[in-house]
């Protein structure tokens, strides 16, 4: 009886220790959300401030005017972000950056390109935790 109770008491401490591994995880995952959601919502708000949406600014014959311009002659068609769009993609704007209690002034451009980066990253995380 007394090999049958360690045995009983060692799979509960694996069960425990599993679930403790599965409630980090979740709470991971809640974690990884609210920032996912923060740099939408960052990103929401630099896109209003330019006037643009996700795909207002279009440039499909960007790859092709690309091979046509030769060397010397000016570009057929001006690179635009689509985020910036025509907004002035210098213009400092006020960031924090993530997990950090650091504010600074970035150009607008590279403001919404960390962001979309950060965003890019916690998707990949996602689809690899799926």
């Excluded at 008491?9 to 959300?33: P, Y």
Aim: glycine residues 6%; hydrophobic residues 35%.
């Amino acid at each position: 009886m007394d090999e049958t109770m360690r045995q009983f008491q060692q799979g509960l401490v694996e069960i425990e220790t599993e679930a403790e591994h599965l409630l980090l995880a979740r709470h991971q995952i809640v974690e990884n959300d609210k920032l996912r959601n923060g740099n939408r919502e960052a990103l929401t708000a630099l896109r209003k401030r330019a006037r643009t949406t996700k795909t207002s600014v279009s440039t499909p014959f960007e790859s092709i005017m690309k091979d046509i311009v030769g060397p010397g002659s000016s570009p057929l068609v001006k690179e635009l972000c689509a985020t910036c769009g025509n907004h002035d993609s210098n213009e400092q704007t006020w960031m924090m950056f993530p997990g950090t209690d650091v504010f600074a002034r970035i150009p607008f451009h590279a403001a919404h390109t960390v962001l979309e980066t950060g965003l890019s990253e916690t998707f990949s995380l996602r689809t690899m935790h799926s």
